[in-house]
């Protein structure tokens, strides 16, 4: 008997992130030189002290199960850490601790839609939210942030594609992969969009310690108190505290969509690992010296790269303002190279010039490819010099 699996499977595309960051590791297994620019994590370890706390907790009997929905203590740190950081109240029940921020966007969509139910999401998006939508019944619908406006979309555009069927709006900023961060004023119409359409906002706000020049970061619930009762923030320590492994996110917001995500979360992953919540009160409890080193890293990174890159034919590239990722327009050099689009330029790139980049075709945005910074600066160089000559061999 042949195996029927379910439809809503068969839908599915794969992280086109994590199939360029497996294939590099394929490569480089077989002795190539691969740099990989594909990743989507911190080059650096987790600071000591976080894990000297999960070793501490671990010694001291800390491995059984936690409450569904996150133990209390840590719930406090991360009520104190968004009253400091946004100046904004909630109380324990209007938050979930989830295993990472991705687990915390699912777990809110398949509480939060029905079939049909329609959610907006702007383009370039991360690759999981249309997914995740589809897999809860949901439809997405895309709106397109033009690169002339910052790949930032209008409250004009957001206000053409809403319908009788639209749920929810996914602001993501600063945004992967563009690393473009809304203004306070640019947060505020589209919010005033939101607030006349009874839309709930879903902010993305994982990479919000990933900021530089004179960009801010703003939740666009700290704008009102009706737009903090319609927002539910997502975020978590995996980018701030280079903790992508540990799997630790939260969500925050009304204390009745909270409740039914930690409902849903005791039938699927009993609560988050243990170990790693006691971690994470050391993270938001402890020195946060480690995450502004790494800040200014990615910062001294991007000062140095973006200019190289956009010195290469064929490529012109905005300079992004947070998170760690540079998003280049390579729709020209991808011609010149012979190739047929980005898919092709960027899978040549990877098997001739040993360099590993996402092509945007699985942000939305098929002209652009994405490159991570988040490798040290001698890769980073040699890896847009080979770019370079390659662009340049093949013109």
């Not at 199939?19 to 594909?38: P, R, S």
């Not at 839309?199 to 704008?223: F, P, Q, T, V």
């Not at 729709?331 to 689009?341: H, I, N, P, R």
């Amino acid at each position: 008997m042949e195996i029927q699996l379910a439809s809503r499977v068969g839908a599915l595309t794969p992280s086109s992130t994590l199939a360029i960051t497996a294939k590099a590791k394929e490569l480089k297994a077989q002795g190539k030189d691969v740099i990989g620019l594909g990743a989507g994590e911190p080059d650096f370890n987790t600071p000591q002290h976080i894990i000297d706390a999960a070793v501490k907790s671990m010694n001291e009997g800390f491995t059984k199960y936690t409450p569904s929905g996150g133990l209390p203590e840590l719930k406090k740190e991360i009520a104190a850490k968004l009253k400091v950081d946004q100046g904004l109240e909630y109380q324990l029940n209007e938050i979930i601790v989830t295993s990472g921020a991705k687990h915390g966007l699912y777990t809110l969509f398949q509480v939060l839609l029905d079939e049909g139910d329609e959610v907006i999401i702007p383009i370039p998006y991360w690759v999981s939210y249309p997914e995740q939508v589809k897999l809860a019944g949901g439809n997405p619908v895309y709106v397109e942030g033009l690169e002339q406006n910052n790949f930032k979309i209008t409250p004009e555009q957001l206000k053409e594609k809403v319908t009788d069927k639209t749920k929810a709006v996914i602001i993501n900023s600063p945004s992967n992969p563009t690393g473009m961060v809304y203004s306070r004023e640019e947060l505020k119409a589209l919010g005033d969009v939101c607030l006349e359409n009874g839309l709930l906002i879903i902010s993305d706000e994982i990479y919000e310690k990933l900021i530089y020049g004179n960009a801010e970061h703003i939740s666009i619930a700290e704008l009102s108190e009706e737009l903090k009762k319609q927002t539910v923030i997502i975020n978590g320590v995996s980018k701030s505290h280079s903790m992508t492994g540990w799997r630790i996110g939260y969500a925050a917001g009304d204390s009745k969509i909270i409740k039914a995500m930690t409902d849903l979360a005791s039938h699927s992953t009993s609560n988050p690992t243990t170990p790693a919540q006691y971690a994470t009160i050391a993270a938001y409890a402890g020195s946060q010296d480690a995450v502004e080193t790494m800040r200014k890293a990615f910062e001294e990174r991007l000062e140095i790269i973006h200019g190289k890159l956009n010195e290469i034919p064929g490529i012109s590239c905005i300079k992004p303002q947070g998170a760690f990722y540079l998003f280049p327009n390579v729709k020209e050099a991808a011609l010149m190279t012979g190739c047929k689009d980005v898919d092709e330029f960027a899978e040549v790139l990877l098997t001739e010039a040993n360099v590993a980049v996402v092509p945007g075709s699985g942000f939305g945005a098929p002209d652009y490819m994405r490159l991570s910074y988040a490798t040290s600066l001698e890769q980073l160089e040699e890896a847009i010099s080979r770019i370079h000559q390659f662009v340049e061999s093949k013109a």
